[in-house]
């Protein structure tokens, strides 16, 4: 992926109104992903949504950094139970006899 | 949606400004639809408490609740009458005047009235999500594929719709929503768009059950095939295949075409399986002939048993 195709931390923080230290603890926390390409930081832009999300949270719900990370662990296990969930249910739709 | 907001925030008509951002943040901490994904009751709840916040928590815009209630939205429209009652004795501002009673209100105090406090140190506010559904049949979720969507933007008053071309991902799954980023609401001050999320709603096939990428049909096969051996047709989504059926075939044996299931999701060509199970019809209805020839069956089955 090219340089043109990625959004700087800066240009993303200042466009959402987010402060730049939010991102990288973001990141330092292993919540997203930043990638350093010629001193700059870049953010991935399948990821954007999910940075949107975070911040949401921090700023509009005032969830702390903790509260963001246990939240995370949460939702990414909430997603595979219901995506088994899901695979179960339709699973289950092979031996229904339709009346 | 209920009309009271203090009601849907849970509070007196007396609380203070501190009450209603404590209360709101409580309860979108509860329903907030990052934290309820796919949860359509919560996303509701959360739109309630939403618009009960942006009202309340805004001091212009509470006055003109609490003394107009739910007609607080054309309270602008009330005092302009009032005005211009009181005012068309004085030379008024004429019809190229302002809409907002002479230019009181600038464009930046009509934007905070609208949205409320929101990231208050930041001047730029995101557009709204919008959030919509399409239903597809299962040849609709088969193929990649365009389509108009109705999407309903705002609500209450100001309730309109437009109009999007999207276009379907072949293998998308029941319930399975995508992003389209920038086309929710329009950003605020030069805030950025809000998205689109699309949820599908996809029906289930009179033929196929899907599993993920894997498709499983069952088969009718009549006795003869099922004991000799032969070929039969059979329909997959998107073509017929001449499959060999082995002799001696038993009741719910189950093969697999392999390729002949579902696309996979954004993986272009590449696509699960197709299991077929035998369903063999016994015959119905024997004539005297038939009846005959399965009792020398028997018999002939017997002897060799024997």
């Not at chain 2, 299962?138 to 999007?164: C, E, F, M, P, W």
């Not at chain 2, 289930?204 to 003869?224: A, I, Y």
């Not at chain 2, 197709?274 to 069956?297: A, D, H, I, M």
Request: net charge negative; hydrophobic share 35%; charged share 25%.
């Amino acid at each position: 992926m090219t340089t043109a195709q990625r959004i700087t931390v800066e240009v993303f923080a200042t466009h959402q109104g987010v402060d730049i230290t939010f991102v990288h603890a973001l990141h330092e926390r292993g919540l997203i992903r930043i990638t350093v390409l010629q001193e700059q930081h870049f953010l991935e832009p399948d990821e954007l949504a999910r940075i949107e999300q975070l911040a949401r949270m921090h700023y509009d719900l005032d969830i702390n950094l903790e509260g963001i990370e246990a939240i995370c662990h949460l939702l990414d296990r909430m997603d595979v139970a219901q995506r088994e969930a899901q695979v179960l249910r339709e699973r289950l739709g092979l031996y229904e006899v339709e009346e | 949606m209920p009309t009271d907001y203090y009601q849907a925030l849970g509070l007196p008509r007396t609380a203070t400004a501190d009450e209603i951002k404590k209360a709101y943040r409580k309860l979108a901490r509860k329903h907030h639809p990052d934290l309820n994904p796919n949860s359509v009751d919560a996303k509701k709840k959360f739109q309630e408490i939403n618009e009960a916040n942006e009202v309340l928590s805004d001091p212009e815009s509470r006055k003109k609740y609490d003394a107009h209630g739910e007609q607080w939205k054309h309270a602008e429209q009330f005092e302009q009458a009032k005005r211009e009652q009181g005012s068309r004795a004085h030379s008024g501002s004429g019809p190229g005047g302002s809409p907002f009673g002479g230019g009181a209100m600038d464009e930046e105090d009509l934007f905070s009235s609208m949205f409320g406090r929101g990231r208050s140190r930041h001047a730029k506010f995101r557009g709204q999500d919008y959030q919509t559904e399409l239903r597809l049949d299962t040849d609709g979720a088969y193929r990649t594929h365009k389509q108009t969507l109705n999407v309903n933007t705002g609500s209450g008053a100001g309730a309109s719709s437009k109009q999007i071309r999207i276009t379907v991902p072949a293998g998308v799954e029941n319930e399975q929503s995508i992003r389209i980023p920038g086309q929710g609401g329009a950003g605020v001050n030069g805030g950025p768009n809000g998205d689109l999320y699309v949820t599908f709603i996809v029906a289930p096939h009179p033929r196929f059950k899907r599993v993920g990428k894997d498709l499983f049909m069952t088969q009718d096969l009549d006795l003869p095939t099922a004991m000799l051996g032969g070929e039969i047709m059979v329909e997959t989504m998107d073509s017929k295949v001449k499959l060999k059926v082995a002799p001696e075939t038993q009741n719910n044996t189950k093969v697999k075409l392999k390729g002949k299931g579902f696309p996979v999701y954004k993986q272009e060509g590449q696509f699960g399986d197709l299991y077929v199970t035998y369903n063999v019809k016994l015959p119905t209805g024997l004539s005297e002939r038939e009846q005959e020839l399965f009792r020398e069956l028997a018999s002939i089955r017997n002897t060799a048993a024997a």
